[in-house]
């Protein structure tokens, strides 16, 4: 006759349990507070060291550039190459600016050792015509400014060795090295990357890459989120009952 015997566990031993859910539960909020704490410190580190959003307060810049414009800087761009005639940059308060503006962006029209000069309203570069396909059409006057320094372009000026010759597009509504002389490159923050607002057609590209990159991190947080354990071979091996004979 066959009979049933209950068996109990081996001394020492107990079936495998996972984690609670308290755990899980600590252990999500941990990995959540890292990604928010990395994203952070990705924040800081992009806006110091590689690009950051400035606004247009004045209209020195126009047409190009409207009052309201926010526009992306990329800060890393001259680390590659040179400052290049035709840049947009943003640069910080040159001494000589009397505007109240923690930064000013223009176009640079003047490299070091070139030789600038207004003749007829029209900039001209060591003596030739400059082409400034930027400017609105007919082009404004390009007028030296009032002030008796040299580099006002009532005379032909030579820019200096690490300085660098800007002016707005709006040239008879502008505030540049006609007023505050050049600027070295050391004010320089970085290039105009990009026109953010309003949208350029350009720009949705980058925004479309953005929100697939962010789409797949989120997705990527949510399949390694807390799942349950299931039973051990051990402990399915207690379950069933043994027999005797």
Sequence with gaps: MISEVPVA????????????????????????????????????????????????????????LQIGDRIAVDKLAYRFHGVRRGDIVVFARPPLEQADYEDLVKRVIGLPGDTVSSVGGRVYIDGK?????????????????????????????????????????????????????????????????????????????????TVVVVVLVLLLLVLRGPREAGPSSEGRRHEGPAGSS
């Excluded at 001394?11 to 952070?40: I, K, N, Q």
């Excluded at 709006?170 to 070295?184: A, H, K, L, Q, V």
């Design 9 to 64: 566990p081996v001394a020492g031993s107990s079936p495998a349990v996972g984690p609670g859910p308290r755990a899980r539960s600590g252990r999500w909020v941990l990995e959540w507070m890292a990604v928010l704490g990395v994203a952070l410190v990705l924040a800081v580190c992009v806006r110091a060291y590689v690009g950051q959003m400035f606004y247009i307060p004045s209209g020195s810049m126009l047409p190009t």
């Design 129 to 209: 015509p400059l082409a400034e396909p930027w400017l609105p059409h007919p082009e404004p006057v390009t007028a030296p400014s009032q002030l008796p320094d040299a580099f006002s372009l009532d005379h032909p000026y030579r820019v200096p060795p690490g300085t660098y010759f800007v002016m707005g597009d709006n040239r008879t509504d502008s505030e540049d090295s006609r007023y505050f002389g050049p600027i070295p490159q050391s004010l320089i923050v970085g290039k105009m990357a990009f026109r953010v607002w309003p949208i350029d057609d350009s720009v949705w590209l980058v925004i479309l890459s």
